[in-house]
């Protein structure tokens, strides 16, 4: 497969950056999309150019390390993968792809492709946890039974991999889906609700401060969450929100 | 004996950790709030030691490489968290979980530690509930269990097959909570290049900032290395890419014993390699072999057809397959340990019955679960005599819910639908047993300096039973580590702050940049992936699956050929005061050349097969693993002196007061 690839280069955070060309050939349809960067890459570096960085770890689609938008949607245009996921077998001989960081005011970029979102670390600081001592003196497992439906859904707001797409996705740059998930992961459990009324203030509190943009209900983050997370979480941190807002 | 004291407690083995918890000293809370600790990686190990020891009051600081702690490499362990709770009533017990994970290891693994991993893996649980990790349940609120290979009750609590990533978070939310009262400082984008030592003691570490490539100065009173695994010393593997064993590494050349470098767990589920282009290989989980049947054809001339495409497996009648496990190991089946698994299915594809295009390749079919799963969803949601379709349906969706992820994640990367064939499967590298030598408490051999998790050696002996490294890791970091430690930090009460002024830290960062400039000046022909796949290559081929005498000390040879090289001719952009991702592999590799040439020596010296050190000149006539309990009943624990084949050996010879050791048996 012969493609053009259009992509962003950018040195620093404070320095200009500019959609770059590379011409590319023998790609092949087993190839991961990261694994034809990697080919770009040796090629740069052979010819004593300085190599494209972007985020990427696990290459199985948990860690949440990678990003990029590929033609305007973070993680391209798969629906429910990660870009390390995707494949070229997806593109055709003779495409064109553009390929840009992540962009939010709240994941300022640090070079090419990559992005800093230490800002979702700084929320769940501020409050996505169960402030239980870690000592294991606790009761027994058991001892707190949860409904399988409940724990189920509990099980699908925590599997956000914190990647950002819900951002790159948001036309206001909103991080609701992913506070809201980690938000409804605790709320739908017994162990959570103790400190529920600090925890969805402070994590709301915290997004706000980070420069995040607000939600006006577009369902965009939805279609792109790589883990299928669902608008549902949304509404139930609104609802954990004002209900906390009441008791004050 | 000599340097190698495990300092093992006495008493009878259940009672050595309560004793010994008992026994050791503690420092008291107000004293805590002067002693620095820090932590390399931030894994289940890594995170859960920062948690517990800054919730104790220590003041730590953490490093990772990634953007952020949650993103270290236990976010992708699949299957489940081993626990000796019973819940099922089937028998289990600690003892029950120690004995088969003593077995699992082909007995090389010290009795009293993995009697201590048996006793706390029911903490864990517990601990994992109270902190909101959503396990998967049953209809009636409880735990849910499976089983994994090599045992024989069912112990493995799971959330889907995302049970390392759900653990992780847990721990993650625990260092949050930390993070945010100030008593953890969380270093990320952030890499340990040299741990530094004041008469003799671990005082602190030189860390590269990756972001604007600065070296920095970093004291504590105590350092903690829980840096994961070495597996990537064969390129290919499992690992993140990222994963790598510099912080171990740089430890061991200042004085630590690294122990068994050459137990290397080979995992029998994975997605097989598709071209010269793979930078990973994928690991499908071992929880599916609770459902997925292994076969390969019985006939050779199936098995080629298939190789040229000609023939589909969903074809091949039943009497025309072969169940080797099935057929070799009635009794466990399926689901005996990775390394019988790793080793049969080599076995059957060396002897020209793997499919897939390149030969390397066996089948895990799930049909057989489907329809049964089918059958039985029918009957509980009253469908009177459902047809062959509808049975099919509901049999998929049970297998959906059970392993959802796993397929979608086959599908996408192989481009085959799991549900309707039979999923491709072969042996990858996916775990090291060996690691950075520990004692009972996980001190290194240098003072102050401690190890956990997967970068240790320390419990799974020759072999690592499915879903025992959460485990490990957890118990070290949430319950072990925070009281052993203690016990060293409490003539530590009065030492006041480290001055990272001292000529040691001075002495380190100059070495470091030295190192760092030599790779940068070679600006020879080749990037640092030539030498790492040329690396792998060489370790897959000679170090892999089966190792003999020969090939190892051709391995010994190309390595060091290798290594000089790498140094001669590496290629690398860029400068050492900035972002440089190239540097950061660069450093990398060149540990992973060092460790790969002790790795084949350390094979080279174990004349014996255990576990996942397969010497093909001892065996039994059967093809199975033959141990010599006589001459090898030890820990290899090399002492850096210099270039790798200089390492000297020391061993620690293994004491078994409690099980007998037996041929390990899985027919």
Redesign the interface.
């Known amino acids: 497969m012969k493609l053009l690839l259009k992509i962003w280069r950018q040195k620093d955070g404070s320095s200009k950056g500019k959609l770059v060309d590379y011409p590319i050939d023998g790609i092949e349809g087993d190839m991961s999309f990261l694994e034809m960067l990697d080919v770009l890459n040796q090629e740069l570096i052979e010819k004593g150019d300085e190599p494209v960085v972007f985020d990427h770890d696990c290459r199985e689609g948990i860690c949440g390390s990678c990003s990029l938008m590929i033609n305007g949607e973070p993680h391209g245009p798969d629906r429910l993968i990660t870009t390390c996921q995707l494949h070229m077998r997806r593109f055709n001989d003779g495409d064109t792809i553009v390929i840009e960081p992540f962009r939010a005011t709240a994941f300022p970029i640090i070079r090419d492709l990559m992005v800093d979102r230490t800002a979702f670390d700084r929320i769940q600081q501020a409050g996505g946890y169960i402030s239980v001592n870690t000592s294991g003196n606790t009761v027994d497992a058991n001892a707190i039974p949860i409904e399988k439906a409940k724990a189920d859904e509990s099980f699908e707001a925590a599997s956000c991999i914190g990647c950002g797409a819900c951002v790159a996705a948001c036309k206001n740059a909103s991080a609701m889906l992913f506070t809201s998930a980690k938000v409804s992961q605790f709320a739908l459990l017994p162990q959570g609700k103790v400190e529920a009324t600090d925890r969805v203030q402070n994590m709301v509190r915290q997004m706000d401060l980070e420069g995040f943009g607000n939600c006006t209900n577009t369902g965009a983050c939805e279609v792109e969450c790589p883990k299928g997370i669902s608008l549902e979480n949304i509404a139930r941190m609104n609802r954990e929100y004002l209900m906390a807002t009441a008791k004050g | 004996m000599g340097i190698l004291d495990s300092k093992v407690p006495s008493g009878p083995l259940a009672e050595k950790w309560t004793k010994h918890k008992n026994d050791i000293n503690l420092v008291n809370p107000a004293n805590k709030r002067n002693i620095d600790v820090i932590i390399v990686g931030t894994g289940l190990a890594g995170a859960?030691a920062a948690?517990?020891m800054a919730?104790l009051g220590y003041n730590v600081k953490t490093f990772c490489y990634?953007?952020?702690?949650?993103?270290a490499?236990s976010?992708?362990a699949q299957g489940g968290i081993n626990a000796a709770?019973n819940?099922q009533g089937d028998g289990d017990s600690p003892y029950r979980l120690f004995y088969d994970t003593i077995k699992g290891g082909d007995y090389r693994s010290r009795e009293a530690n993995v009697y201590r991993l048996a006793e706390?893996s029911v903490?864990?649980?517990?601990?994992?509930?109270?902190?909101?990790v959503?396990?998967?349940?049953?209809?009636?609120?409880?735990?849910d269990n499976r089983s994994f290979g090599g045992v024989l009750v069912s112990r493995t609590f799971y959330?889907?097959g995302?049970t390392g990533?759900?653990l992780l978070?847990g721990a993650?939310?625990?260092m949050?909570?930390q993070?945010?009262r100030g008593k953890i400082k969380?270093y990320?984008r952030h890499e340990m290049l040299d741990v530094v030592l004041v008469d003799g003691k671990a005082r602190g570490i030189i860390a590269r900032d990756l972001?604007s490539g600065e070296i920095e100065r970093h004291s504590a009173h105590a350092v903690v290395i829980a840096s994961g695994g070495y597996g990537n010393v064969f390129y290919l593997s499992t690992n993140?890419?990222?994963s790598n064993v510099t912080a171990a590494w740089r430890v061991h050349k200042r004085g630590a014993f690294f122990a068994n470098p050459c137990f290397t767990q080979i995992h029998p589920t994975c997605i097989p390699v598709?071209?010269d282009?793979?930078?990973?290989l994928?690991?499908m989980s071992e929880s599916l072999r609770n459902d997925g049947r292994i076969w390969v054809p019985a006939k050779a001339e199936d098995a080629q057809a298939i190789r040229e495409g000609k023939l589909k497996p969903t074809k091949i009648a039943e009497e025309d397959r072969d169940y080797f496990l099935e057929r070799r190991y009635p009794a466990f089946g399926n689901l005996v340990p990775r390394d019988v698994a790793s080793r049969a299915a080599k076995e059957r594809c060396d002897a020209g019955f793997g499919v897939n295009k390149t030969g390397e390749a066996v089948y895990l079919d799930f049909a057989a679960a489907i329809q049964r799963y089918g059958s039985e969803k029918a009957l509980t949601s009253g469908i009177k005599n459902p047809d062959s379709e509808t049975i099919t349906k509901l049999g998929e969706e049970v297998i959906a819910a059970k392993y959802g992820n796993l397929f979608?994640?086959y599908e996408?990367?192989v481009?085959q639908n799991p549900y309707k064939t039979p999923m491709m499967i072969y042996p990858a590298v996916h775990y090291t047993m060996g690691g950075v030598w520990v004692d009972y408490n996980l001190q290194t051999t240098i003072p102050g300096l401690y190890c956990a998790g997967e970068a240790n050696f320390s419990d799974h002996g020759a072999n690592r039973l499915g879903a025992s490294a959460l485990m490990q890791g957890l118990a070290d970091g949430?319950?072990v580590l925070?009281y052993t430690i203690g016990d060293y930090l409490s003539d530590d009460i009065r030492t006041g702050p480290i001055s990272t002024d001292h000529e040691a830290f001075e002495q380190a960062e100059t070495e470091i940049r030295e190192h760092l400039q030599r790779l940068l000046n070679a600006k020879g022909k080749h990037?640092v992936?030539y030498y790492h796949k040329k690396l792998g290559k060489i370790m897959w081929n000679k170090c892999g699956m089966s190792r003999n005498a020969k090939e190892l000390k051709e391995a010994i040879e190309e390595i060091a050929a290798l290594r000089k090289d790498f140094y001669e001719n590496v290629?690398i952009?860029?400068g050492l005061n900035e972002?440089n991702?190239?540097l950061e592999k660069a450093g990398r590799v060149a540990d992973f050349l060092e460790l790969g040439e002790l790795f084949a020596k350390d094979a080279l010296q174990r004349n014996e097969s255990c576990g996942g050190h397969f010497r093909e000149e001892y065996q039994t006539p059967e093809g199975e693993a033959l141990r010599d309990d006589k001459n090898f009943k030890y820990v290899s624990a090399w002492e850096y002196k210099g270039e790798p084949k200089d390492a000297v050996l020391h061993k620690e010879e293994l004491v078994f007061e409690n099980v007998e050791l037996k041929t390990r048996s899985y027919k």
């Open positions: 859960s948690a517990t919730e990634q953007d952020s702690p949650r993103r490499h976010i992708a709770k819940y706390e903490n864990i649980i517990d601990q994992c509930v109270a902190q909101g959503p396990f998967a349940r049953e209809y009636g609120g409880l735990l959330a889907k995302q990533q759900q978070l993650y939310a625990a949050n909570r993070i945010n969380s990320t972001v993140a890419m990222g598709s071209g282009h793979q930078s990973k994928t690991l979608q994640m996408k990367i481009d949430y319950f925070p990037p992936d290629k952009p860029g972002m991702p190239e």
